[in-house]
């Protein structure tokens, strides 16, 4: 498919090692090239075989992201998102079992006519197509597209051949930005630049040479070891980019704008300068974020709670929150298999909000239980956000509507109350990639609810990602217990938002709205709990 000329390509690949921060380098300069009036947008290719990364264990890949329309994606879209502010698609991210699903269905169908399928052409030319696609009909500027992996990998090798073709073919409109390393001796008190090296030297091997070399550092970089850099690595020393290691990912961009980042893309692409990135709203962001006027201690309650990235969007919602109220989230993560009624009080104390956390299957149940009924008892502020609302569903109807075996079949399949039970249309689904209830879907709320107050408007659209569903045959037991039901999808009367009566602040919810927040537009359900929170303070 022969791309169209006027849309730019940027290819973002990783060197020496993994967790360099790919995905928010490539997320900063569409940032910047997106304040310079571009219009952007930003994929990424994992290597790995699985068709997506939704039947993956968090403790393997961290969350899992869901768009608007469904797919179950690599957390770095959810950087682009709340970087761009805009939707991302299926087309933004593609595995190497994607791939080679498509091009097994091809050669099934007969469309190679016989010929023998290989890595080059069919492979390469298919992810190149992936590439292309979001340039399709000139409605992007720039396309970014993240190679995961480090450069090196045999699992990344077909990549970087499609990448080394697309330079070929496009030119000027295409450059390749290589992320690496130069670690810090401190036994020699100095940055050393030979990883770097060898890593480029990797590159060139395969035919690829970086136009960019963005180094990560937790030292700054001075001129000579740029020189050094470029002298080795047949790059400009304009084209090495200092990236010293922040306590924010936010500030980033504005990092990236001071090593003039966008100017040297704009430069190396022929594209336009003229137009100064307008970064006023994100610079305010960082100033509430930097000078907070007073800190809130939110506890999220979790069974990943040793692997952040596993509640990442959640993480990031708070920031957004707290910026809104002008106070610093303090997030205490608390592992729920180490709650029980015994523990609770000590393991609270000074909280003035909990979060009970997403997840499947009934490791640590019990101690999310435990915390809802802390937070419900002690009117403490409570958000739960999916299995954490089935969990308040659950403890209400155990401790208040006297069910004590009431629980979601999920868990216990002979349960007497069934009051979570697995959707209607799932019940015959067997394979797990990609069969949940995935993506946006509409939600009308009660106009005389808490959640109407907060987003002040009647109908909604959140996204999802879950089998199990409340049972509707016990909603009437609830709302006379006090607990009631505020927010339905209109089209099939499934629960999407409950709310405690006579409670300060008490919101479950079966959607995910983690997926939704922005810098730019922080979710009103978060920037509310938050409000509810400072005043406890």
Same mark, same amino acid.
Request: with cysteine.
């Given at each position: 498919?022969?791309?169209?000329?006027?849309?730019?390509?940027?290819?973002?690949?990783?060197?020496?090692?993994?967790?360099?921060?790919?995905?928010?380098?490539?997320?900063?300069?569409?940032?910047?090239?997106?304040?310079?009036?571009?219009?952007?947008?930003?994929?990424?290719?994992?290597?790995?075989?699985?068709?997506?990364?939704?039947?993956?264990?968090?403790?393997?890949?961290?969350?899992?992201?869901?768009?608007?329309?469904?797919?179950?994606?690599?957390?770095?879209?959810?950087?682009?998102?709340?970087?761009?502010?805009?939707?991302?698609?299926?087309?933004?991210?593609?595995?190497?079992?994607?791939?080679?699903?498509?091009?097994? #269905?091809?050669?099934? %169908?007969?469309?190679? &006519? =016989? @010929?023998?399928? *290989?890595?080059?052409?069919? !492979? +390469?030319? #298919?992810?190149?197509? %992936?590439?292309?696609? &979001? =340039? @399709?009909?000139? *409605?992007?500027?720039?396309? !970014? +597209?993240?190679?995961?992996?480090?450069?090196?990998?045999?699992?990344?090798?077909?990549?970087?051949?499609?990448?080394?073709?697309?330079?070929?073919?496009?030119?000027?409109?295409?450059?390749?930005?290589?992320?690496?390393?130069?670690?810090?001796?401190?036994?020699?008190?100095?940055?050393?630049?030979?990883?770097?090296?060898?890593?480029?030297?990797?590159?060139?091997?395969?035919?690829?040479?970086?136009?960019?070399?963005?180094?990560?550092?937790?030292?700054?970089?001075?001129?000579?070891?740029?020189?050094?850099?470029?002298?080795?690595?047949?790059?400009?020393?304009?084209?090495?980019?200092?990236?010293?290691?922040?306590?924010?990912?936010?500030?980033?961009?504005?990092?990236?704008?001071?090593?003039?980042?966008?100017?040297?893309?704009?430069?190396?692409?022929?594209?336009?300068?003229?137009?100064?990135?307008?970064?006023?709203?994100?610079?305010?962001?960082?100033?509430?974020?930097?000078?907070?006027?007073?800190?809130?201690?939110?506890?999220?309650?979790?069974?990943?709670?040793?692997?952040?990235?596993?509640?990442?969007?959640?993480?990031?919602?708070?920031?957004?929150?707290?910026?809104?109220?002008?106070?610093?989230?303090?997030?205490?993560?608390?592992?729920?298999?180490?709650?029980?009624?015994?523990?609770?009080?000590?393991?609270?104390?000074?909280?003035?909000?909990?979060?009970?956390?997403?997840?499947?299957?009934?490791?640590?149940?019990?101690?999310?239980?435990?915390?809802?009924?802390?937070?419900?008892?002690?009117?403490?502020?409570?958000?739960?956000?999916?299995?954490?609302?089935?969990?308040?569903?659950?403890?209400?109807?155990?401790?208040?509507?006297?069910?004590?075996?009431?629980?979601?079949?999920?868990?216990?399949?002979?349960?007497?109350?069934?009051?979570?039970?697995?959707?209607?249309?799932?019940?015959?689904?067997?394979?797990?990639?990609?069969?949940?209830?995935?993506?946006?879907?509409?939600?009308?709320?009660?106009?005389?609810?808490?959640?109407?107050?907060?987003?002040?408007?009647?109908?909604?659209?959140?996204?999802?990602?879950?089998?199990?569903?409340?049972?509707?045959?016990?909603?009437?037991?609830?709302?006379?217990?006090?607990?009631?039901?505020?927010?339905?999808?209109?089209?099939?009367?499934?629960?999407?938002?409950?709310?405690?009566?006579?409670?300060?602040?008490?919101?479950?919810?079966?959607?995910?709205?983690?997926?939704?927040?922005?810098?730019?537009?922080?979710?009103?359900?978060?920037?509310?709990?938050?409000?509810?929170?400072?005043?406890?303070?």
């Amino acid at each position: 498919m022969a791309s169209p000329n006027s849309t730019r390509f940027i290819f973002v690949t990783g060197g020496v090692t993994s967790s360099l921060g790919k995905g928010i380098i490539s997320a900063s300069l569409a940032k910047l090239l997106q304040a310079r009036g571009y219009r952007v947008t930003i994929q990424k290719l994992d290597p790995y075989i699985n068709i997506d990364p939704g039947t993956l264990n968090p403790y393997e890949h961290g969350e899992c992201y869901v768009t608007e329309d469904g797919a179950e994606t690599d957390l770095d879209l959810g950087h682009y998102e709340r970087f761009l502010n805009i939707s991302t698609s299926q087309a933004n991210n593609v595995t190497t079992g994607r791939i080679y699903q498509s091009v097994i #269905e091809k050669e099934r %169908r007969g469309d190679y &006519l =016989g @010929e023998t399928v *290989q890595v080059i052409p069919h !492979i +390469t030319d #298919e992810i190149k197509y %992936r590439i292309q696609l &979001l =340039g @399709e009909n000139n *409605q992007f500027d720039f396309v !970014i +597209t993240e190679i995961g992996g480090t450069v090196g990998d045999i699992e990344s090798l077909p990549y970087i051949e499609a990448i080394r073709q697309l330079k070929w073919d496009m030119g000027t409109r295409s450059l390749v930005i290589h992320l690496t390393l130069i670690p810090y001796l401190s036994a020699a008190k100095e940055l050393k630049t030979k990883p770097t090296q060898h890593s480029v030297k990797t590159m060139l091997e395969y035919g690829v040479q970086p136009d960019i070399l963005v180094c990560r550092t937790e030292k700054h970089l001075n001129d000579g070891i740029r020189k050094k850099i470029a002298l080795f690595c047949n790059v400009d020393a304009s084209s090495v980019i200092e990236s010293i290691d922040t306590d924010s990912i936010y500030k980033v961009p504005l990092l990236m704008r001071e090593e003039r980042l966008d100017s040297v893309v704009l430069k190396k692409t022929r594209a336009s300068a003229q137009r100064p990135p307008k970064l006023k709203r994100w610079k305010n962001f960082i100033k509430r974020l930097e000078s907070p006027k007073s800190t809130v201690e939110i506890g999220l309650v979790g069974k990943y709670v040793e692997l952040v990235d596993a509640y990442k969007s959640i993480i990031e919602s708070l920031i957004h929150a707290g910026t809104v109220n002008h106070c610093r989230v303090l997030l205490r993560l608390i592992h729920s298999e180490q709650l029980s009624k015994e523990n609770i009080l000590e393991q609270t104390r000074g909280l003035k909000g909990l979060i009970v956390a997403p997840g499947f299957g009934d490791r640590g149940i019990d101690g999310k239980i435990a915390a809802i009924s802390h937070a419900r008892q002690h009117n403490i502020p409570f958000f739960g956000i999916c299995l954490g609302m089935q969990c308040a569903m659950i403890e209400f109807a155990r401790n208040v509507l006297l069910m004590p075996r009431a629980h979601s079949t999920e868990m216990d399949a002979r349960t007497p109350d069934p009051i979570i039970d697995i959707m209607e249309e799932q019940k015959k689904i067997h394979l797990k990639g990609g069969t949940m209830r995935l993506g946006s879907y509409p939600c009308k709320l009660t106009a005389a609810s808490k959640a109407y107050s907060i987003y002040g408007k009647e109908t909604i659209s959140e996204r999802h990602r879950h089998r199990f569903e409340v049972n509707n045959k016990y909603l009437k037991a609830f709302e006379q217990g006090g607990m009631k039901a505020t927010g339905f999808n209109p089209e099939t009367g499934l629960v999407e938002i409950i709310e405690l009566e006579d409670h300060p602040w008490f919101i479950g919810v079966q959607f995910h709205p983690e997926y939704k927040s922005t810098v730019d537009t922080p979710h009103p359900l978060f920037i509310d709990f938050i409000r509810a929170a400072k005043i406890l303070t």
